[in-house]
């Protein structure tokens, strides 16, 4: 793979850990700075990172921290606590587990280690 997307990643994973820090403007710049990269470097994120960031402010969306998540007939709808952007995905069956709209703000994605 190219450098550039493997210093997007690791932007993106640093942009969540400012956000955790309430750090939110530097992690919006991380973001920004990351998918310059995956632009520059015609690649694309992973599908679980491309949900993981606000499209309108920029910022990670983190369970309990910068998103909220509510479940509504069958769709998930996730909601950026900063700036209100609201974005509904429908439920399949192939969604599993960990719906339970996280207080603990941990959904269960990420981290191989
Ligand atoms: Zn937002």
Redesign the pocket.
């Known amino acids: 793979m190219s450098w550039l997307k493997e210093r997007a990643l690791e932007l993106m994973e640093e942009a969540r850990r400012l956000t955790l820090e309430g750090r939110y403007e530097l992690s919006r710049r991380y973001v920004r700075l990351a998918l310059l990269y995956v632009a520059k470097g015609r690649t694309r994120l992973p599908p679980d990172l491309r949900r993981a960031y ?1 499209r ?4 990670p969306l983190i369970v309990g921290v910068t998103e909220s998540r509510r479940v509504k007939r069958k769709t998930l709808i996730r909601r ?1 606590t ?4 609201v974005r509904r995905y429908e439920l399949r069956r192939e969604a599993k587990g960990g719906q339970e709209r996280g207080s603990k703000g941990h959904s269960g994605e990420e981290r191989p280690n």
Do not use: E, H, K, V
């Open positions: 606000c309108r402010c920029m910022i950026c900063l700036c209100g952007w």
